[in-house]
């Protein structure tokens, strides 16, 4: 078992009236100890009453947690809290009871320790100054030593906060401490973070931590900077915020975590006990944060009154995971921002279509020019036949190209295009598969036949059966969660509508430009009749667009005879927004990261799941994925739909806690952007284990 030591007063955030506080250090350790490590005080706390009661209540929560009494009387600091609970500190009389002294048992502690705080609470006198120095003297050169400053009134000493750098490895700071070390060494005028860093170089520190309260903390090493803000909660009482962030901090050091993650953990942790009054939860507990939606419940109050379901589009109103949707106000790079201001990393990208992140300054800058000339003429644009130079440029086999303004009126007029050249009425479609809802492609009936996804002899029995005039199909399936087609499923269905004189029609409005620039038909080296786009060519505009041969397309109006018209069609900006976007994809290299950070995700939620005992399995392609639970493989709509859907749903939850958005369906996919970093998927990595490793405890308790 690791020791974790804290040296100092106890800060006593386990009594409800929290009357009689004490130093961080020691309460450092307290909240160490719950995360599995041994915890051990070296303390002034006396065998009165009040000591007495302070072990009960330590016994009673059953922690590996002692600590070294002494037979000096308590209370030499007395805290009290102001109506705004604020912390307020007076010296008492007998201050001889923090004389601490050097004894065998302490020497033996030393010599045992993994990890020590001490702070200048617990250097108040020579006697104690020169135990506090004898038993880091002992400590292995390898364990975490922990220097906790506290600058509050009459403890600001030159001298001892410079003898203890000289001891320590690990500086724990806060902004108010780090401008009054400015004024005690000389950086004046000098910022936070060049103090820290100062401090870091001139101590041969390995690490400092500074924490700001509501405004997140920074972690200095030699090599890097790391941020992390402090989850939006509802404070309670700050009192035990910075003890119990070292505490988790160096815990999940010694459990091997990365830096990163450990101070991910430690900044949770923290935030969490400013929701209890400083009281912690025991280790067993898991614990998740609930993001205030005060603002998006109230919205969606509203909503309802006025739009059917209190959205535009159903699976924004949250039915298949229960709860209230949020109401996002703004986003940038790869996060979202509701309206109460929570701040997630966002998977859903606006369903797909941003693919090089929220708000990208390139489309942004490209759209305000284009708006500053005017929103719409009716009429054509040099813009237009830019974005369908552009698409026939990338899209293998798409020679003409008409625009329109969404995916399902690409989808439907593709769909009469195929009908009046084939001279045929019925269609094939696969179960489970999206293409909009225009009526065709919702219901099973005379003229829409249904086949099964991966099935290519099901689907030459239909063939053989019935006329068909095309078979449509999601070249990736991306609406029954995410299900990749079999080898040689693609080529079969080409060739089969090649013997029946059937069109093959790829619906692209998920994997259009996100596979790579030529999309499933370059992926998949199979050239569709007609393909049908939307999402990427539109850069986060509404747009749709269909395209193929050009002796089908020249059947479209005016050209030809089959009928399609739309006032907003080719629409200056968003045919702007998508050439942005396209050209953006053309000249720099956004597939091999985005597949790698696709990759990445796809891969460690994996690893997750079969870690945790969880039934579940991750599918995925490029820069997309999904994960379904409950089950072990997803071939088709039939064996995807038996995912289970509640387990999903405490998933999708527990992630929304830790300020991670997932769609919030268990059947639609994971969307990673370019602005999608390795840090992201790391932040969302760690979390996903620990709600995933919650979820099994629920699930098998």
Same mark, same amino acid.
């Given at each position: 078992?690791?020791?974790?030591?804290?040296?100092?007063?106890?800060?006593?955030?386990?009594?409800?009236?929290?009357?009689?506080?004490?130093?961080?250090? %020691?309460?450092?350790?307290?909240?160490?100890?719950?995360?599995?490590?041994?915890? @051990?005080?070296?303390?002034?706390?006396?065998?009165?009453?009040?000591?007495?009661?302070?072990?009960?209540?330590?016994?009673?929560?059953?922690?590996?947690?002692?600590?070294?009494?002494?037979?000096?009387?308590?209370?030499?600091?007395?805290?009290?809290?102001?109506?705004?609970?604020?912390?307020?500190?007076?010296?008492?009389?007998?201050?001889?009871?923090?004389?601490?002294?050097?004894?065998?048992?302490?020497?033996?502690?030393?010599?045992?320790?993994?990890?020590?705080?001490?702070?200048?609470?617990?250097?108040?006198?020579?006697?104690?100054?020169?135990?506090?120095?004898?038993?880091?003297?002992?400590?292995?050169?390898?364990?975490?030593?922990?220097?906790?400053?506290?600058?509050?009134?009459?403890?600001?000493?030159?001298?001892?906060?410079?003898?203890?750098?000289?001891?320590?490895?690990?500086?724990?700071?806060?902004?108010?401490?780090?401008?009054?070390?400015?004024?005690?060494?000389?950086?004046?005028?000098?910022?936070?973070?060049?103090?820290?860093?100062?401090?870091?170089?001139?101590?041969?520190?390995?690490?400092?931590?500074?924490?700001?309260?509501?405004?997140?903390?920074?972690?200095?090493?030699?090599?890097?900077?790391?941020?992390?803000?402090?989850?939006?909660?509802?404070?309670?009482?700050?009192?035990?915020?910075?003890?119990?962030?070292?505490?988790?901090?160096?815990?999940?050091?010694?459990?091997?975590?990365?830096?990163?993650?450990?101070?991910?953990?430690?900044?949770?942790?923290?935030?969490?006990?400013?929701?209890?009054?400083?009281?912690?939860?025991?280790?067993?507990?898991?614990?998740?944060?609930?993001?205030?939606?005060?603002?998006?419940?109230?919205?969606?109050?509203?909503?309802?009154?006025?739009?059917?379901?209190?959205?535009?589009?159903?699976?924004? %109103?949250?039915?298949?995971? !229960?709860?209230?949707?949020?109401?996002?106000?703004?986003?940038?790079?790869?996060?979202?921002?509701?309206?109460?201001?929570?701040?997630?990393?966002?998977?859903?990208?606006?369903?797909?279509?941003?693919?090089?992140?929220?708000?990208? %300054?390139?489309?942004?800058?490209?759209?305000?020019?284009?708006?500053?000339?005017?929103?719409?003429?009716?009429?054509?644009?040099?813009?237009?036949?830019?974005?369908?130079?552009?698409?026939?440029?990338?899209?293998?086999?798409?020679?003409?190209?008409?625009?329109?303004?969404?995916?399902?009126?690409?989808?439907?007029?593709?769909?009469?295009?195929?009908?009046?050249?084939?001279?045929?009425?019925?269609?094939?479609?696969?179960?489970?598969? @999206?293409?909009?809802?225009?009526?065709?492609?919702?219901?099973?009936?005379?003229?829409?036949?249904?086949?099964?996804?991966?099935?290519?002899?099901?689907?030459?029995?239909?063939?053989?059966?019935?006329?068909?005039?095309?078979?449509?199909?999601?070249?990736?399936?991306?609406?029954? !969660?995410?299900?990749?087609?079999?080898?040689?499923?693609?080529?079969?269905?080409?060739?089969?509508?090649?013997?029946?004189?059937?069109?093959?029609?790829?619906?692209?409005?998920?994997?259009?430009?996100?596979?790579?620039?030529?999309?499933?038909?370059?992926?998949?080296?199979?050239?569709?009749?007609?393909?049908?786009?939307?999402?990427?060519?539109?850069?986060?505009?509404?747009?749709?667009? @269909? !395209?193929?041969?050009?002796?089908?397309?020249?059947?479209?109006?005016?050209?030809?005879?089959?009928?399609?018209?739309?006032?907003?069609?080719?629409?200056?900006?968003?045919?702007?927004?998508?050439?942005?976007?396209?050209?953006?994809?053309?000249?720099?290299?956004?597939?091999?990261?985005?597949?790698?950070?696709?990759?990445?995700?796809?891969?460690?939620?994996?690893?997750?799941?079969?870690?945790?005992?969880?039934?579940?399995?991750?599918?995925?392609?490029?820069?997309?994925?999904?994960?379904?639970?409950?089950?072990?493989? %997803?071939?088709?709509?039939?064996?995807?739909?038996?995912?289970?859907?509640?387990?999903?749903?405490?998933?999708?939850?527990?992630?929304?806690?830790?300020?991670?958005?997932?769609?919030?369906?268990?059947?639609?996919?994971?969307?990673?952007?370019?602005?999608?970093?390795?840090?992201?998927?790391?932040?969302?990595?760690?979390?996903?284990?620990?709600?995933?490793?919650?979820?099994?405890?629920?699930?098998?308790?």
């Amino acid at each position: 078992m690791k020791t974790i030591i804290g040296i100092g007063e106890i800060l006593w955030d386990i009594f409800p009236e929290r009357k009689i506080l004490g130093g961080a250090p %020691a309460n450092f350790a307290y909240h160490a100890s719950q995360f599995g490590f041994g915890g @051990y005080v070296v303390s002034a706390i006396g065998k009165d009453s009040l000591g007495k009661e302070i072990l009960d209540v330590l016994a009673e929560k059953k922690l590996n947690f002692l600590i070294e009494t002494v037979d000096y009387p308590t209370g030499t600091v007395q805290v009290t809290l102001d109506t705004q609970g604020i912390p307020k500190y007076e010296i008492c009389e007998n201050a001889a009871w923090d004389n601490i002294p050097f004894t065998k048992r302490t020497e033996e502690l030393a010599l045992n320790c993994n990890a020590v705080c001490f702070g200048t609470l617990a250097q108040r006198n020579e006697t104690s100054r020169k135990t506090v120095y004898r038993f880091l003297e002992h400590v292995p050169k390898n364990a975490y030593k922990i220097f906790d400053i506290n600058l509050r009134q009459h403890f600001y000493n030159k001298k001892i906060i410079h003898e203890s750098l000289l001891r320590c490895n690990i500086l724990k700071i806060n902004d108010e401490e780090a401008t009054e070390i400015a004024r005690l060494f000389g950086f004046a005028g000098v910022g936070e973070q060049e103090i820290c860093l100062r401090l870091l170089k001139k101590y041969n520190l390995d690490i400092v931590v500074e924490t700001k309260g509501a405004a997140g903390s920074y972690v200095f090493t030699a090599g890097e900077i790391s941020y992390l803000d402090t989850p939006k909660v509802r404070v309670a009482d700050t009192v035990g915020a910075g003890d119990s962030f070292t505490g988790a901090f160096v815990a999940a050091l010694l459990q091997g975590k990365t830096i990163r993650k450990a101070h991910q953990l430690a900044v949770e942790t923290s935030a969490y006990v400013c929701t209890q009054h400083g009281a912690m939860p025991h280790a067993t507990q898991p614990h998740s944060f609930k993001p205030i939606i005060d603002l998006s419940k109230a919205l969606f109050e509203r909503a309802v009154r006025v739009m059917p379901g209190g959205v535009n589009s159903p699976v924004r %109103a949250f039915k298949a995971v !229960g709860g209230t949707p949020l109401f996002i106000n703004r986003a940038e790079g790869s996060r979202i921002y509701d309206a109460d201001g929570n701040e997630y990393i966002d998977y859903v990208s606006s369903w797909g279509p941003l693919i090089l992140g929220h708000n990208n %300054a390139v489309i942004r800058e490209a759209v305000t020019k284009a708006a500053q000339k005017g929103m719409s003429f009716g009429a054509p644009t040099e813009a237009e036949v830019k974005l369908a130079e552009k698409i026939r440029t990338f899209a293998p086999g798409v020679e003409m190209v008409r625009m329109v303004n969404s995916g399902t009126e690409a989808v439907m007029s593709a769909l009469r295009l195929a009908r009046a050249y084939t001279g045929r009425q019925k269609l094939i479609k696969f179960e489970g598969c @999206y293409h909009g809802h225009s009526d065709s492609m919702l219901v099973e009936g005379d003229d829409t036949l249904i086949a099964l996804y991966n099935d290519l002899t099901g689907v030459e029995e239909l063939l053989k059966k019935n006329k068909a005039a095309c078979v449509i199909v999601e070249p990736v399936a991306a609406n029954m !969660g995410v299900v990749l087609p079999k080898e040689g499923f693609l080529s079969g269905l080409k060739e089969l509508c090649g013997a029946y004189g059937t069109l093959l029609i790829f619906d692209e409005v998920i994997t259009g430009f996100r596979l790579g620039k030529g999309g499933a038909q370059e992926y998949y080296g199979v050239r569709a009749d007609l393909v049908t786009y939307g999402k990427i060519i539109g850069g986060g505009m509404p747009v749709g667009a @269909y !395209g193929g041969r050009k002796e089908i397309m020249e059947l479209v109006a005016p050209s030809g005879p089959v009928y399609q018209a739309g006032t907003f069609s080719g629409n200056p900006i968003a045919m702007t927004a998508g050439l942005a976007q396209l050209e953006t994809l053309e000249n720099q290299d956004v597939y091999s990261h985005i597949n790698r950070m696709g990759e990445k995700l796809a891969c460690g939620l994996s690893a997750i799941v079969q870690n945790s005992g969880l039934k579940a399995c991750v599918n995925r392609i490029g820069s997309f994925s999904c994960l379904f639970f409950g089950i072990e493989s %997803a071939d088709d709509y039939r064996s995807a739909k038996k995912a289970d859907t509640e387990l999903y749903a405490r998933y999708f939850h527990g992630m929304l806690g830790e300020s991670v958005y997932f769609a919030p369906s268990q059947f639609e996919a994971t969307f990673v952007s370019c602005a999608h970093t390795e840090n992201d998927i790391d932040e969302t990595l760690y979390k996903a284990e620990r709600v995933i490793n919650s979820l099994n405890l629920l699930h098998y308790s």
